[in-house]
């Protein structure tokens, strides 16, 4: 019996005479592979026993106590999942570097992160990012809608990415059900997600970043002494064409002159380059200084001097995926011209099941076919690392979106214990969301998985982008004009977003028959328009009412961050912890029935144990948060950070021009 999952046959390995199914049948792949999983979960388990996971501060920004190096291994490896090893490495196969651009764009951004966005996010004292939209501009209504917004980005562009391209290298290394392979990964993903809080996510990234790095390293050096080194694969990579074409235009087969140029012309480019340099910078800052995946992480530092460390460290690592993912990519090209440059549909259709193209199978290829025993089974738990460490990272912070800024408006009096326990139970629903999504995903942009993820990513982001952007440095921008600046934006997003998936973005070989007018703008250059837009929007309608008192804006702009007046709040927050009260309440009272031991053991497990706290006095409170809210640095690790900022900037510099 045959079936298929997501457009893969489950009798695909029998149709094609491909046996590249059994190839991690071996012991020393499989010893490999179980010894990850002994690691990762031992890291996990010995994060959840150290930190403190009853409490909000504790489970969603681990204490507020981390150093630099595992904020910006961290940072690394919630950015890189499985959908840049699959997605980068298989639009690299049919274009070029030009993706390389994506990555090195963050050197500049993860600087701005570190020494602007994140600084007022501390003065401010917020959880999360729509937490601090709500001190800054007062109302429900920008919370809850930046809160949705941000859930449902997480599903169509992160979490259904991250699993598809899992799902596609599990396929070709193992042949498992796809349905099987997903929902096993998402245990193993959640169980220290749902137990560990970020303290637990934090460390598991550290070490994640360290085996991916390993890892595709080492199948970079393989890939390069398979074609001959560098000057080999430049010259190899044009040549690179199917054998199976039928009546395809040459265009569509052919690798595309520009290949090897990162700034592309600005009208016929895939990628244009005023689009790399302000599109792209639109949607990274959105991504890299607003997005509460990356930011929560941020605000876990002890100081400001590590969080900026740890910026400046990811950004370092940053450089590498051009090396690690975009050249192996193309590679493989190189290697597989018939399977990953296939154009036919029905020879696309016998390989990788989807008739659009099979570049997303580039780097899973690579690996199955290149690497030898135990490596092989390295490379897999490299792809499982990265799909894991970005799974866990989102799933931690959507559930502190979905539990702090929309569980707090129904429940406004939840004790901690209630919120733990919300949040917890709400990753399991939004897993079951992302795998429906999965199919959309297969089918967009061609088949090129990156392509996806950054075009709905610019047509939904540009408005949040804006608000943050102006809310931060215009200190005029007021409710009104932020909450129709991305209400407008939404809508004109939306419409192109839906056009192009009614019309369907179809292939070189095969393409949509979308008008120009809609889908016919580059979707950077869409970013630029809807950005400059909400922009207008924002200030237009601001500027026609009533502006905000700078009482209430007091360090929650830049011109006031450095104010030392106290902070009127336009609005009371939520949700105020009420556990002390709770606790003082139940000294009055008889004692509780001791739970039994399966109960304590479950609600230790899961960090949900009941502990006294010690009731502060409200000098010690004051004191307390004068510490989470102090943005001071010793004069030496300020120098170093600046000092290594302007490095890195440079190096980001050189990279864009040697490669241009």
Not at 346 to 365: F, L, M, R, S
């Amino acid at each position: 019996m045959t079936g298929t999952y997501f457009g893969w046959s489950s009798a695909r390995s029998a149709e094609t005479g491909n046996t590249d199914h059994t190839a991690l049948s071996n012991a020393a792949d499989i010893c490999v592979i179980v010894a990850y999983f002994v690691v990762v979960l031992g890291v996990g388990i010995w994060a959840m026993v150290r930190t403190n996971r009853a409490t909000v501060g504790g489970f969603f920004l681990a204490g507020r106590s981390m150093i630099w190096w595992p904020i910006g291994a961290s940072l690394f490896a919630s950015n890189i999942g499985s959908g840049h090893f699959v997605g980068i490495a298989g639009t690299a196969a049919a274009s070029g570097i030009a993706m390389g651009g994506f990555e090195w764009n963050a050197l500049v951004v993860v600087v701005i992160l570190g020494w602007i966005f994140v600084p007022i996010y501390i003065k401010a004292g917020v959880v999360t990012m729509p937490e601090y939209l709500k001190k800054r501009f007062g109302g429900q209504r920008i919370r809850v809608y930046l809160s949705v917004l941000s859930l449902c980005l997480y599903i169509f562009t992160k979490i259904s990415a991250d699993m598809f391209s899992g799902a596609i290298f599990i396929n070709q290394a193992l042949g498992l059900n796809i349905y099987l392979a997903v929902i096993a990964l998402l245990a193993i993903t959640a169980l220290y997600t749902v137990t560990g809080g970020l303290a637990a996510v934090i460390y598991t990234d550290t070490l994640q970043t360290a085996i991916m790095l390993v890892g595709s390293f080492i199948l970079m050096g393989f890939a390069f002494h398979k074609v001959g080194g560098y000057e080999n694969f430049h010259s190899l990579y044009f040549e690179a064409v199917p054998n199976i074409t039928g009546n395809v235009s040459a265009e569509c087969y052919e690798p595309r002159p520009d290949s090897f140029s990162l700034f592309r012309d600005a009208v016929t480019g895939d990628v244009p380059w005023p689009g790399l340099i302000f599109g792209l910078t639109i949607q990274a800052t959105w991504y890299w200084c607003t997005d509460q995946v990356i930011v929560q992480r941020c605000l876990s530092g002890k100081n400001l001097s590590h969080v900026k460390a740890g910026c400046i460290l990811c950004g370092y690592l940053k450089l590498l995926p051009m090396f690690i993912i975009v050249f192996p990519g193309m590679i493989s090209r190189i290697l597989y011209p018939d399977v990953v440059a296939c154009v036919d549909p029905d020879e696309c259709i016998k390989h990788c099941g989807t008739a659009v193209g099979c570049t997303n199978i580039a780097y899973p290829k690579l690996v199955i076919d290149l690497m030898p025993n135990g490596l092989r089974g390295l490379m897999l738990s490299v792809m499982l690392a990265s799909l894991m460490s970005s799974l866990t990272s989102i799933f931690n912070s959507a559930s502190t979106l979905f539990t702090m800024d929309i569980y707090t408006r129904i429940r406004r009096s939840a004790s901690e214990k209630e919120l733990m326990i919300a949040g917890r139970v709400f990753i399991l629903a939004l897993i079951a969301v992302s795998i429906a999504w999965i199919p959309v995903v297969q089918s967009a942009q061609s088949g090129q998985l990156f392509d996806y993820i950054q075009s709905i990513t610019s047509y939904l982001t540009p408005p949040i982008a804006a608000v943050f952007m102006l809310g931060l440095f215009c200190k005029r921008v007021n409710e009104a004009g932020a909450f129709w600046g991305l209400i407008i934006g939404l809508g004109i997003g939306l419409s192109r977003m839906i056009a192009e998936f009614a019309y369907g973005t179809g292939s070189c070989a095969q393409p949509s028959n979308c008008p120009t007018i809609i889908c016919g703008i580059h979707y950077l250059y869409f970013s630029i328009i809807l950005f400059t837009t909400s922009c207008l929007i924002i200030l237009g309608i601001s500027l026609m009412t009533k502006p905000i008192d700078d009482k209430h804006l007091y360090r929650l702009c830049w011109s006031l961050r450095n104010s030392e007046k106290e902070r009127v709040d336009i609005e009371q927050d939520d949700w105020v912890n009420n556990q002390q009260d709770s606790f003082s309440m139940d000294l009055d009272e008889e004692p509780h029935e001791t739970p039994g031991l399966c109960k304590r053991a479950v609600m230790a497990f899961c960090g949900l144990e009941q502990q006294k706290a010690v009731k502060l006095t409200p000098e010690e409170e004051a004191e307390m948060q004068r510490k989470l809210t102090d943005t001071s640095e010793k004069p030496l690790w300020r120098n170093v950070c600046n000092i290594n900022a302007i490095l890195l900037l440079c190096i980001c510099v050189f990279c864009h021009g040697f490669f241009a």
